[in-house]
């Protein structure tokens, strides 16, 4: 005889669901929770401990019901009734309320990826701990029960309490591949984090720093900028540290050779001149009078990544654009990554026949490459003169 351990699983991280094995009991995508699965929520997330029935009956809104206790005893009813298996009992009768049982069979998302960082900080071994670390950041798929709607303030506090955890687990694993000389895979990390959270401004300042261990000052400053803008855009405070890379470019001294702080900084390598926003911008209006005066022509050019997608899968999407524009433009065109899924690039001396030939190669190179199919390229472009 084959002895099956059923279980419960929970996963909290991006969308919530909750599946008993392969059966979905609930699944969960830009919606309120009803009263029964807010229910399970609560009990779950106080497992172990008695939430009496005047706590429930706030926390779910019954006050206003005609018989509050029996709502809240047919909510307990029906979620038993969604959630039983046989040989564990998941929700326990205490006097005057509940319990979630943690001594039930159940796999809670949030449990292991707590555990998983926990063993990693134990690792002497860098590579065992990077393995341990980067299983823990796969499970994050977004915020904590990100597309609910919350009120409950132990849930915002847990909340609010893996965001934490997460980002320090991501600046952990970035400081590993660093230590071991992986700069991109490191990068990569901390692009991928900011498509969760593109408020943490430590994301950036960490990303920074790898591009100047890895001599790479342009991209140090192209990402600088990034930050800058998109602070700026969202109405957020300056950080101290982001003034001070900006600052610290303009002391070096220019009394014997100027083009030599563009030289040594090395802030146009490649074969195309990629900038940051705020200098694309500058040139951008530069070049624009320019053809004026000359009658040349100029255009403005946009692409985006359109489509719901996971972070990495939007991630590679990206990562597939920006290699295709680095390989395919010519040395005096000028691109910037102006947010997340959009890059600008400004053509010159191009006319409209030779741009839609451009923005066709672009396209077929791009699905050559088999991106996800979930994110598509759309481009549009702008005859400035």
Same mark, same amino acid.
């Given at each position: 005889m084959t002895a099956v351990n059923h279980k419960l699983y929970v996963y909290t991280f991006g969308n919530l669901l909750v599946r008993k094995e392969e059966e979905v009991l609930f699944s969960g995508e830009n919606k309120n929770l009803n009263k029964r699965w807010r229910l399970f929520l609560l009990l779950l997330f106080n497992k172990g401990e008695k939430l009496t029935d005047q706590e429930l009956i706030r926390e779910l809104e019954l006050e206003e019901n005609v018989a509050?206790?029996?709502?809240?005893?047919?909510?307990v009813y029906r979620l038993r009734k969604d959630i039983e298996m046989k040989g564990t009992e998941f929700i326990l009768s205490e006097q005057g309320g509940y319990t979630f049982n943690p001594d039930s069979k159940y796999w809670l998302d949030i449990d292991y990826f707590f555990n998983i960082i926990e063993k990693a900080k134990e690792k002497d071994d860098k590579e065992r701990a990077l393995r341990l670390y980067r299983r823990a950041l796969d499970l994050y798929e977004g915020a904590f029960l990100?597309?609910?709607?919350?009120?409950?303030?132990?849930? +915002?506090?847990?909340?609010?309490?893996?965001?934490?955890?997460?980002?320090?687990? /991501?600046?952990?694993?970035?400081?590993?591949? /660093?230590?071991?000389?992986?700069?991109?895979?490191?990068?990569? +990390?901390?692009?991928?984090?900011?498509?969760?959270?593109?408020?943490? /401004?430590?994301?950036?300042?960490?990303?920074?720093? /790898?591009?100047?261990?890895?001599?790479?000052p342009d991209l140090a400053l192209i990402k600088t900028e990034e930050a800058m803008a998109f602070l700026k855009n969202s109405n957020l405070p300056m950080p101290p540290e982001?003034?001070?890379?900006?600052?610290?470019?303009?002391?070096?001294?220019?009394?014997?050779?100027?083009?030599?702080?563009?030289?040594?900084?090395?802030l146009c390598q490649g074969e195309i001149f990629q900038c940051g926003p705020m200098t694309f911008s500058s040139i951008f209006s530069l070049e624009k009078r320019r053809a004026e005066r000359n009658r040349d022509d100029i255009s403005? +050019?946009?692409?985006?990544?359109?489509?719901?997608?996971?972070?990495?899968e939007t991630n590679k999407a990206e990562t597939i654009l920006r290699d295709i524009l680095t390989e395919n433009l010519r040395s005096s065109d000028l691109i910037t990554r102006w947010q997340p899924r959009h890059y600008l690039m400004l053509a010159k001396e191009?006319?409209?026949?030779?741009?839609?030939?451009?923005?066709?190669?672009?396209?077929?190179?791009?699905?050559?490459?088999?991106?996800?199919?979930?994110?598509?390229?759309?481009?549009?472009y702008q005859k400035l003169n």
């Open positions: 509050p206790r029996q709502s809240l005893r047919a909510l990100k597309n609910q709607y919350i009120t409950d303030r132990y849930l +915002i506090k847990l909340r609010q309490y893996y965001r934490e955890l997460y980002l320090k687990a /991501v600046a952990k694993t970035g400081e590993i591949l /660093v230590d071991l000389n992986r700069f991109q895979e490191a990068i990569e +990390i901390y692009e991928l984090a900011l498509k969760t959270h593109p408020k943490s /401004v430590g994301l950036y300042l960490d990303m920074i720093d /790898v591009f100047k261990k890895n001599n790479r982001l003034q001070t890379e900006i600052s610290d470019f303009f002391e070096t001294d220019i009394d014997e050779d100027p083009a030599s702080i563009f030289e040594d900084n090395k403005l +050019i946009h692409f985006q990544l359109n489509g719901e997608a996971p972070p990495e191009q006319n409209e026949e030779e741009i839609e030939a451009l923005l066709a190669r672009i396209d077929e190179l791009y699905y050559e490459e088999f991106p996800p199919a979930e994110v598509n390229l759309s481009y549009s």
